[in-house]
């Protein structure tokens, strides 16, 4: 079949070409239609002038609908007053099917509506706007980590153990036994960091959390990082060269979609590295000093990450949280134990949390008192152990959220919208 793309277009003026897509709109005027065309790429406007095309095909217009898909042949023309600057003049358009009832018309429909229909909500120029950020984002990823030496290697989805707590644990039945999906590749990621020395993984990770806020998923992507002979301070460093490095690509790659999605990046534009770093402590008194009271050894919610982020136009690196709130792998400043070596790094603008992580215990001793003080199975973790038996060395990580992450590139409300087919506690479907 022969397919050209919309995206090619710039390449092709003057030239007969065939696209393939779907009807985005149309409108007529006497003896001229036009037919905005989308198939993935972008969009383009075709004209269908009577007299230049066979009556049948002029007389198409009525008969394509919203999504109606369809193949045209046409002569490229350049138009700086045409979406996308091109135009395409018709020749010829094969009718492949018509639409008839498309549940999505131009009026507002409510989010509950659009998240059923959100198989066919993909469609829209936002949603396909946030799609195509996303993949720009994930390119960035893999770009900056493949430059800087390390080595993807995937972990499993099915455990046998937790990462982050049993209570947001998905069970599954597994030949007799019962098995977990995966709340993080951490664990599996400190092995292979003793194998090839910076690694990382990218793959989906599950929380079981009852929670219907704007910042959380039950499934959702995660990329993590992890270093052999690392340091708290490095993992900083690390985490940051990312963001700064993934921000200054999307700006340049995703002019288009912002300006779809009408994103202002001025705040984009201010991320560029020397991240202000606060300790938990000085997050505190912070909170404190804003009127919210909030005593010393709590977590974070999502009001109390907004108040600390607004006193900073980057991205603020919080480290040193309390080790009684963090996981029981993460190591004790050496001059507090009450510390844990861990950061997270808060967004500007309300965004909260994009990437936490930090110092892990690499001691055997010690990590076998901490899984005992936590009731956890010696025996489940004993290859977890094992690392620190067989050439044991200082090394930290941290997971990035994707869906996050892209909230806050595309500016929006709820992280439902970052995903094709959302998971949240309520919705299953589609």
């Known amino acids: 079949m022969d397919h050209t793309y919309i995206s090619d277009l710039p390449e092709l003026v003057g030239k007969e070409v065939t696209l393939h897509g779907w009807v985005y709109n149309k409108r007529s005027s006497g003896k001229i239609w036009f037919l905005i065309l989308r198939d993935g790429t972008g969009l383009t406007q075709c004209v269908v002038v009577k007299g230049n095309v066979p009556d049948e095909i002029f007389e198409l217009e009525p008969d394509l609908t919203q999504e109606s898909s369809v193949s045209v042949v046409g002569i490229v023309r350049e138009d700086k007053r045409s979406i996308g600057g091109f135009e395409l003049e018709i020749q010829h358009i094969d009718v492949h099917q018509i ?89 599996y990621n400190e092995a292979n960091a003793m194998s090839v020395g910076k690694t990382y993984c990218f793959g989906p990770t599950f929380r079981a959390e009852k929670s219907k806020t704007r910042r959380h998923l039950t499934e959702f992507w995660m990329m993590e990082p992890e270093i052999a002979y690392c340091d708290l301070n490095e993992d900083i460093e690390w985490a940051e060269k990312l963001i700064v490095y993934v921000i200054q690509r999307i700006l340049e790659k995703c002019r288009e979609q912002f300006e779809v999605l009408e994103r202002n990046t001025s705040s984009l534009e201010k991320v560029k590295g ?68 861990g950061m997270d790094f808060l967004a500007p603008d309300g ?54 992450f892209v909230t806050w590139m595309c500016g929006l409300s709820h992280l439902r919208e970052t995903i094709a087919f959302p998971r949240m506690i309520y919705r299953l479907e589609p």
């Open 99 to 187: 639409v008839k009832d498309y549940p999505i018309s131009k009026k507002e429909h409510g989010t509950a509506y659009l998240m059923d229909h959100r198989h066919l909500w993909l469609r829209s120029r936002n949603q396909h706007a946030i799609l195509r950020v996303r993949h720009e984002i994930i390119r960035a990823i893999h770009d900056f980590l493949d430059q800087n030496g390390f080595i993807q290697v995937d972990t499993p989805i099915f455990t046998s153990n937790a990462c982050e707590g049993t209570s947001t644990l998905f069970k599954t039945e597994y030949f007799g036994r019962t098995a977990y999906l995966s709340q993080s590749g951490q664990l």
């Open 274 to 341: 020397n991240f202000p770093r606060i300790s938990y402590t000085e997050a505190v008194d912070i909170l404190n000093n804003a009127g919210e009271e909030f005593e010393w050894g709590g977590d974070f919610g999502g009001r109390h990450e907004t108040i600390i982020s607004a006193q900073f136009d980057q991205p603020v690196v919080v480290h040193r949280f309390p080790a009684a709130i963090k996981a029981f792998y993460m190591k004790r400043d050496p001059e507090d134990e009450k510390l844990s070596l």
């Open 351 to 404: 965004y909260g949390e994009i990437v936490g992580g930090g110092q892990r215990e690499d001691d055997y001793d010690t990590l076998l008192r901490r899984l005992k003080e936590e009731d956890l199975s010696e025996e489940a973790f004993k290859w977890y152990l094992d690392l620190r038996k067989y050439g044991s060395v200082p090394h930290a990580g941290f997971g990035l959220g994707l869906e996050r």
